[in-house]
């Protein structure tokens, strides 16, 4: 047994003691400015990352570093308010600590969210982007020691994204009057912190991405490699611009603002959801 396995192994009993009682059946990753929707889990027990034993501290903006074990809905919910980032500093192992704990907690669906940039015609600021696919410009998560405990050292990717999950999401969205508002794409993950300049718009568009973002990838793909399902939403909070010459500029603070605007439609969707897991 490797030292990180022991570090996973070490924060799942830690959060299994503070949650006394409960087995988490869905994990959450809410994404910038999309933190509100841990007011609706009821029962809350809040655990700050800076508590558990091995785990980073979320620093970006939006982002108020608390997992939230409560119920929504008839299920037992496990959500992170606030997630970790490469270009945080952390590495890999750390940025997919909280998937792999999630995992020993028992949790099989993990639902994840994130604030993105959106490049299909015709996005509008606050829509949603339901994830079918992705597009990895991170460091893989898996490269090093494979975890045999976990999953296979070459877990298949053909469908990150749980086909029956995104069918019930397109129709709930309908059921909820907001399908004018959702869209289905691929989102691409970079490194950031800086956000994207216009050439690499148009190349990150020329390869297929719909959306780009800093995170959800490296999560995702850990959890796919130990056969969790998948679901993901991208918030779109900017525009693609594609001109030198604009006076556009993106700001971070407004990218909350817009994505927390957004919340209470992703909330919605995800309750509706989870209520018909």
């Known amino acids: ?30 994404g910038s400015g999309l933190g509100k929707f841990a007011d609706r889990i009821q029962d809350a027990i809040v655990i700050p990352y800076k508590d558990i034993p091995g785990f980073p501290v979320s620093t970006a903006v939006g982002h108020k570093g608390n ?26 192992d750390r940025v997919t600590l909280p998937v792999r704990v999630m995992k020993l907690l028992g949790i099989n669906d993990l639902f994840v969210s994130n ?7 015709d996005f509008k600021m606050g829509d949603i982007m339901i994830l079918k ?12 020691p494979n975890y045999d405990e976990l999953g296979p050292r070459f877990p298949d990717m053909t469908r990150p994204y749980d086909l029956d999950l995104i069918r019930k999401a397109k129709e709930i969205a309908l059921e909820l009057g907001i399908s004018e508002t959702i869209h289905t794409g691929v989102y691409l993950a970079c490194s950031g912190p800086t956000y994207e300049t216009p050439a690499e718009y148009r190349f990150y568009r020329t390869i297929g991405a719909d959306a780009v973002g800093m995170s959800t990838v490296p999560e995702v793909i850990v959890a796919r490699h130990m056969g969790m399902r998948t ?12 001109d030198t010459d604009s006076e556009y500029v993106t700001d971070g603070y407004d990218i909350v603002r817009i994505a927390d605007a957004a919340a209470d439609r992703m909330t919605a969707l995800f309750e509706k959801m989870i209520e018909r897991l």
Do not use: W
């Open 133 to 144: 696919d992705h597009i990895n410009m991170l460091p893989n998560p898996l490269i090093g």
């Open 231 to 242: 679901f993901g939403v991208s918030v779109i909070t900017d525009l693609a611009h594609y």
């Open 115 to 121: 604030a993105a940039g959106g490049m299909g015609e």
């Open 67 to 92: 997992f939230i074990a409560g119920h929504i809905c008839g299920k037992t919910v496990l959500a992170m308010q606030g997630r970790f980032h490469f270009y945080e500093g952390y590495g890999m």
């Open 1 to 30: 047994m490797n030292s990180q396995f022991e570090v996973i192994q070490t924060a799942a009993e830690y959060i299994n003691e503070r949650i006394a009682g409960l087995r988490p059946e869905v994990g959450i990753i809410l």
